[in-house]
C-alpha cells in the first residue's frame, strides 16, 4: 500500500495505520507525511500478541515512525502485548518544529502513553535518517515510560532487543530513561546498532550520545547486555547513569 499526504507543510493525519488487537502484520507499505507511520496499541480486554512490522518505507515522519502505545485508563484493562517484531524499516523523520527543540521525536519510540508492560519486542536492522537541518532532538530508538499513576499497579518492559540498526544524523542512537515510579526495563539487549554523525539541533544542541541508559529514583534498567555497538562523531559513545545493572 501507498498511504501519502502531500500538498501541506506538515503533519498530516495522525497515525497512517494503528493496531489494536493480534496477529497483525503490516509488511511492504510507503508512508509518506504523517505524523507517526505505525502505532502498536493495546487491545481493551484481551491480550494483544503477534505484532510484525517490517520492511516499510517512511518518509518525512513529524513525530516518529513506528510508537509503541500502553497506557492504563478506565476504558483499557491491564491486558499484555507481547511479541512485537519491527525489522528491516527504513524511516526519515523530518526537522521540523515539533513542541520545544528540548521535545524529542524517536524513529521507533514509546514515550507518552507507554506505562504498562510491553513484552517480547524485536527492534532489529531499521535504519533511521533525519534532515540535514532538524529543529528537535531526535532518537533512532526512544523508549521512556511514564509514571504508573494507578495504585497497586506493577509493570515490567520485558525482553528488549534492539539489534542490528543503523542510525544517520540523529541525536542520539538508542535513549533508553526510566524516572522514578515508572515501569523498569528487565532484559534489555543492545547490540550491533551503529549511530553516525550527529547534528546539531536548532543549532543550539551538540550534546550528542550514542547510547544512554539513564535512571532516576526507584526506575531500574535490569539485566542489560550492551556490546559491539559503534558510535562516530558523538560527544559521548555510551553513558550510564542510575540504577543500571547487568
Not at 78 to 103: A, R, S
Not at 162 to 168: D, E, M
Not at 171 to 186: A, L, M
Request: hydrophobic share 30%.
Amino acid at each position: 500500500n501507498t498511504l501519502s499526504q502531500t500538498g501541506v507543510s506538515a503533519p498530516g493525519p495522525r497515525n497512517a495505520y494503528e493496531v489494536h488487537g493480534s496477529y497483525n502484520t503490516f509488511n511492504n507499505n510507503f508512508i509518506k507525511s504523517y505524523y507517526n507511520g505505525m502505532i502498536v496499541n493495546s487491545n481493551y480486554n484481551t491480550p494483544c500478541v503477534d505484532i510484525q512490522v517490517n520492511n516499510n518505507i517512511m518518509v518525512d515522519m513529524y513525530q516518529g515512525g513506528i510508537r509503541l502505545w500502553r497506557t492504563k485508563s478506565t476504558a483499557v484493562a491491564e491486558t499484555p502485548i507481547k511479541n512485537v517484531q519491527i525489522k528491516g524499516n527504513q524511516i526519515h523523520v523530518n526537522g521540523q518544529l515539533f513542541g520545544t527543540n528540548d521535545t524529542y521525536k524517536g524513529g521507533i519510540w514509546g514515550t507518552g502513553y507507554f506505562n504498562l508492560g510491553i513484552d517480547n519486542v524485536e527492534i532489529e536492522d531499521n535504519t533511521v535518517t533525519v534532515d540535514s537541518y532538524v529543529r528537535n532532538k531526535i532518537a533512532g530508538v526512544l523508549l521512556v515510560p511514564d509514571e504508573i499513576t494507578v495504585t497497586g499497579s506493577t509493570q515490567v518492559m520485558s525482553n528488549y532487543k534492539v539489534r542490528n540498526n543503523k542510525f544517520y544524523g540523529t541525536y542520539n542512537g538508542v535513549r533508553v530513561k526510566v524516572g522514578n515510579n515508572c515501569p523498569s526495563f528487565k532484559g534489555l539487549i543492545v547490540e550491533d546498532n551503529e549511530h553516525i554523525d550527529p547534528q546539531l539541533v536548532a543549532l543550539i544542541y551538540s550534546d550528542y550520545q550514542s547510547y544512554t541508559f539513564e535512571t532516576t529514583g526507584n526506575g531500574q534498567i535490569t539485566d542489560l547486555i550492551y556490546r559491539r555497538n559503534k558510535s562516530v562523531g558523538a560527544k559521548n559513545g555510551v553513558v550510564f547513569s542510575g540504577n543500571v545493572y547487568d
